[in-house]
């Protein structure tokens, strides 16, 4: 971290945010009702009582954070942000018939590189906007997706699903690894974007692809996630293939270690939870997904008792439909307390963390970013509590995950830069966006009407 400046008013910041009610979420839980938070050169350089920042730090710019809560952006731990274009498309059917006979057929059609362009544009703005700055995603077409979060300063991880059939940008995983290698060596550098390497689900890939998948994270070190045991037709489908559980059966190929993001992990036995807590992976928790689709209840309480890394995500919004990760937290800390008729369960602090700190440990970026530290990148929120559902404060935590919203979102930055002030985008332009979506959502349902009347027709 370099040092900032000293001159005779003290050290110089680029920016102090002062006088706003900082939740740190570090070690410590830190609060700090009348804090200040210094910047420079997109590190965090100072966080405390207003009084002692100022005291130490002078900055060209200051923000007034009377009446703001300044708090680590949120980390989204799974998702698949170009399907914004698939919001509300195919709702209320099962996981298997949705995916089969919907998903994979509506992208064949129409994931192309425009589209994923445009469903990126959509997914960052709406993530920005409801105080997300970190996300793990896992789709195609992954160079069109990087240049959109490039231009937008978010912080991400991108994948590019490996698939044992023929999708979008992938006629076969091998062109899809070798694409990975090359957008690895593309982005190598790159001061927020990382690209990891995914493999979709044990029920779509071969274990060579598996085997190959994780050789090549494991030889950049670099971040691997799978979707795992989402549903109990998933888990009865490998016990039946294999003789395993798809937890054990990925054990067995090599890929539960360090490193590796579990996305679901709905259904798990008790060895499974202790074999994913013994090989030190983690999950990515998909609660709302989970209930629309009627997957299950992932044992997330269970999982952090032992030790198991756990970040919250929202999935894809064709299976949420939103990426708002304020409202991730309130259902997940609700359907955890319903489910095991406990109301002490998965607290609300326990959740935050989940959504910021523990995200970036699970991602591997908790030295980097995850709460309001000195030596961290400077990833932060500012939300208005100036509004009734705001008032009284008791408990901040409970505030946060229970009362305030995505739309209470007013500023963003990421590694030190503005992305949205005052509810203002900067670095997304909105334009015609969304009349650009609703055309697109024209086409898509033009082409479904043909393909049912196809249907229609061949069973006359």
Not at 102 to 125: C, D, K, Q
Not at 271 to 299: F, T, W, Y
Not at 343 to 355: F, G, K, N, S, Y
Not at 371 to 384: F, N, Y
Request: aromatic residues 6%; charged residues 20%; negative net charge.
């Amino acid at each position: 971290m370099k040092k900032p400046e000293t001159t005779a008013a003290g050290m110089q910041a680029d920016l102090i945010i002062h006088d706003a009610f900082v939740v740190t979420m570090d070690p410590e839980y830190r609060l700090f009702p009348s804090g200040a938070v210094a910047v420079a050169g997109g590190y965090i350089v100072a966080v405390g009582e207003t009084s002692e920042v100022l005291g130490r730090y002078s900055a060209a710019r200051m923000i007034d954070g009377r009446k703001k809560l300044v708090m680590p952006g949120l980390v989204n731990a799974h998702t698949h942000s170009p399907m914004t274009i698939f919001r509300g498309y195919a709702d209320d059917i099962p996981l298997k018939q949705w995916l089969y006979d919907h998903i994979f057929p509506v992208e064949s059609a129409f994931v192309h590189p425009a589209n994923v362009r445009l469903g990126t544009r959509l997914a960052v703005s709406e993530m920005i906007r409801s105080g997300t700055t970190t996300f793990n995603d896992m789709y195609y077409h992954v160079n069109e997706m990087a240049e959109v979060v490039d231009q937008s300063g978010m912080r991400a991880i991108l994948t590019e699903s490996l698939i044992d059939f023929p999708a979008p940008n992938s006629p076969t995983p091998d062109h899809s690894l070798r694409f990975t290698e090359e957008m690895i060596s593309q982005y190598r550098h790159h001061p927020l974007i990382t690209i990891g390497v995914s493999v979709h689900s044990a029920y779509s890939a071969a274990p060579a692809v598996y085997r190959k998948a994780r050789e090549l994270a494991g030889a950049g070190n670099l971040p691997f996630s799978t979707h795992l045991a989402e549903t109990r037709w998933e888990f009865d489908l490998i016990m039946e293939k294999y003789g395993v559980t798809p937890t054990r059966y990925l054990d067995d190929l090599g890929i539960l270690d360090k490193g590796t993001v579990l996305a679901h992990a709905v259904h798990l036995t008790t060895a499974d939870m202790e074999l994913i807590a013994r090989r030190g992976a983690g999950v990515a928790h998909n609660p709302q997904c989970n209930m629309k689709l009627a997957s299950g209840v992932a044992p997330i309480p269970l999982l952090l008792d032992m030790g198991v890394p756990v970040g919250i995500g929202t999935d894809g919004v064709a299976s949420n439909n939103d990426l708002d990760m304020f409202d991730e937290m309130r259902v997940c800390a609700f359907l955890h307390k319903m489910n095991t008729h406990d109301p002490t369960v998965m607290d609300a602090r326990t959740v935050l963390e989940a959504a910021t700190a523990g995200g970036a440990r699970l991602l591997g970026m908790g030295d980097v970013i995850g709460s309001l530290e000195p030596g961290k990148r400077a990833d932060m929120i500012m939300l208005d509590l100036n509004q009734p559902h705001a008032h009284p404060v008791y408990n901040v935590y409970s505030l946060i995950v229970y009362s305030l919203r995505g739309g209470d979102v007013k500023s963003v930055m990421v590694d030190g830069r503005m992305l949205m002030e005052d509810g203002k985008l900067l670095t997304i332009d909105e334009g015609n966006l969304f009349d650009e979506v609703e055309n697109l959502a024209g086409e898509i349902l033009a082409h479904r009407a043909e393909l049912m009347a196809r249907r229609l027709d061949h069973q006359d």
